[in-house]
């Protein structure tokens, strides 16, 4: 998200977040080893609607149509998405507080970077680029992720069965995306071996359902993404 180097210093406010993934010896998401939600804990269940494989194979064209925004509200998914988690309440509450700090920051470094911190396509885009990034242990460029970002937002702004979501629903997906993005991207960037293979079964279970396709199915360009043939 780099946009994730301009934010390199807010790692010092995410130690007490990772030191606790980290150290948590509960297996979650298949068997990562950190607390990450599962993929159906929230919102992501409103994308089995769209065929994103489908439409990724598609040229890409001007739609004309915007944006497919959340609404201005309190969060809602950290206190949903960790008390998915099966660990101890306290616990949770902790939970709770990294992910709303890693939503503020996703929001900051978006709006730093030009892009819309409410959008759920750019939202998609970050999921599935730092969910990559974790899945194959490789960095995708930044303007490389821009160019899947805005790719994913025209996609989602065009699509008819998303722009019939309510305003919570529309919300709880924004939310859980952002969050989902920011974790994989701080286990990412903070380069802890044992950590990054820990989240690789989530990341790449997380692409799988997204995408229905393998996440070595994914090729990053200048122009965004595609996903091989089969």
């Known amino acids: 998200m780099n946009l994730r180097h301009q934010f390199i210093c807010k790692r010092l406010a995410l130690a007490g977040f990772l030191s606790l993934t980290l150290a948590s010896q509960t297996a979650i998401a298949s068997d990562s080893g950190t607390p990450l939600p599962p993929a159906r804990a929230g919102g992501l269940s409103q994308l089995e609607r769209i065929p994103l494989a489908k439409l990724l194979q598609q040229p890409q064209l001007d739609t004309g149509k915007g944006s497919l925004r959340a609404p201005a509200a309190a969060p ?3 206190q949903r998405l960790a008390q998915s988690l099966p660990i101890p309440a306290a616990q949770q509450r902790e939970v709770e507080q990294a992910y709303s700090q890693l939503l503020s920051i996703y929001r900051q470094a978006m709006r730093q970077g030009g892009l819309p911190d409410d959008d759920i396509g750019v939202a998609l885009g970050a999921f599935i680029v730092a969910n990559y990034q974790v899945a194959s242990d490789s960095s995708i460029d930044d303007e490389v992720s821009k160019a899947a ?14 722009q019939k979501l309510d305003g919570a629903h529309r919300q709880a ?37 997204v995408l229905q396709r393998p996440y070595n199915a994914l090729r990053f360009t200048a122009d965004g993404m595609t996903l091989a043939e089969r």
């Not at 937002?153 to 065009?158: I, M, S, V």
């Not at 994989?184 to 690789?200: D, K, N, S």
């Open 76 to 78: 809602i998914m950290p």
């Open 149 to 162: 970002y805005r790719q994913i937002r025209q996609l989602l702004a065009a699509e008819p069965s998303l």
């Open 173 to 209: 997906l924004f939310e859980e995306l952002a969050i989902m993005a920011m974790t994989m991207e701080t286990i990412f960037e903070q380069g802890e071996r044992a950590a990054l293979e820990r989240a690789q079964p989530a990341a790449r279970q997380y692409l799988q359902a």
